[in-house]
């Protein structure tokens, strides 16, 4: 014990003594490390956001939608009013509740309306009918007032939830609670705001299709009876009629492990009472984890290596170094074996010297990693804020990041073994130096 200790006390002082080329020697290692952590860190980050997107939209649930087939698409170019009829109807709802008994819930949405409406302010229509589940289901929750219940849809009331960005918009000075808005010329008391959801960018909307911050959901009894099946849009100064009876519906089934197989069943279904037909879409919320999965993977593997080639271009630098201060500790090395030094000990000496290099790299690569993966976040997030370069980014621009402790543990081992296998050879050169000849060197 004594011997190591006084072996690394040597070889501190030695790499104290040769202090800047020490640190340039140990680079390579430093951002080695550091890129194995901030990499890894990015490709974990990417996978916890897709978890946390399929959180939102619900793990256990699958979403048919009616989607306007290209078909209709070319012929509303030809015609200026035009109904297409496609998608999911009230048959196929029934089938669907009737193949899936167990199922915790399943909860139809349908669209109305061409215009939402308050005063001078106007948007297109992303109001549907719906029923109480929804709010479950979809894992939605209240900032304001309540949601609707089966109160609601017994008396077809006109009452309405909005979503954040609707209250924003149509509301952006007043309390909206009690307050009235209209679908088309129908007028809604407004009862209850959606909490935020965080589904407006990012692998949730491009999934889901729209932002569920704009929505406005009433009951489904009052969307059929009030608006009817066909929804009326002016499209580049002509009308476009869509007669839809179902737009969406969620199905949350019992567990996790039967989101797949659930799917499939229903994929088949689909295509049995809709045989070669493509105005309806199969939604699995759970296929953005399988997808971040590989990316993440993808992702890790291809900067890991890059990292890897640091760490190798780092351990020559080593061994490079180490074989010149060789050359250059040649007499200090015979005036050791002279007067009593083993080849053991010479070995030892060098060895130690490359593992606390790589080591000492390794603790700061570990440092920068840790700081770099924490900071990059925040600057991303800050850059649109900036005065000159922020307009060339997105004022939503993120780059989520997690550290995982695999990273950094494997990283360092692994820069302290690229000490020591690059080391290895320099130290046995200096100890089978021929301790006459050394003391003979100038």
Known sequence: MQFLLETIRLALSNLRLRLLRSVLTALGIIFGVAAVIVMSSLGEGKKQQALEQIDRLGARNIIVRSIRPPESQSQNTQRASFVNRYGLTRADLAVIRENFPDAEAIV??????????????????????????????????????????AADLSSRTLVAVIGDQVAKEFFPLEDPMGETIRIDSKAFTIIGVLAPVGLAGGAGATLIGRDLNSDVHIPITTAEDTFGDTVFRRVGGAFQGNAVQVAEVYISVPTRDRVMLDAARLARIVDVRRPGLTDVRIIVPFELLATAEREARTFNLVFGA????????????????????VTERTREIGIRRAIGATRRHILWQFLVETSVLSAVGGLIGVGLGVGGSIGLSYLVEALPRLPIIGT???????????????????????????????GLYPARRAAQQDPIVALRHD
């Not at 001078?120 to 109480?132: I, L, V, Y």
């Not at 890059?306 to 201060?325: D, E, H, K, T």
């Not at 780059?399 to 690059?422: C, D, E, M, R």
């Open 392 to 422: 060339m980014f997105n004022a939503n621009s993120e780059l989520p990041t997690a550290l995982t402790a695999w990273s950094i543990i494997v990283s360092f081992l692994v820069a302290t073994a690229t000490g020591l296998i690059f």
């Open 108 to 149: 139809p949405l349908k669209d109305v309306g061409s215009q939402i409406l308050r005063n001078e302010r106007r948007t297109t229509s992303q109001a549907f009918g719906t029923t109480p589940e929804l709010l479950s289901v979809a894992r939605l929750s209240i900032a304001r007032g309540r949601y609707l219940d």
């Open 306 to 325: 890059i990292a890897a080639i640091s760490l190798l271009v780092g351990g020559i630098g080593i061994m490079n170094i180490m074989l010149a201060s």
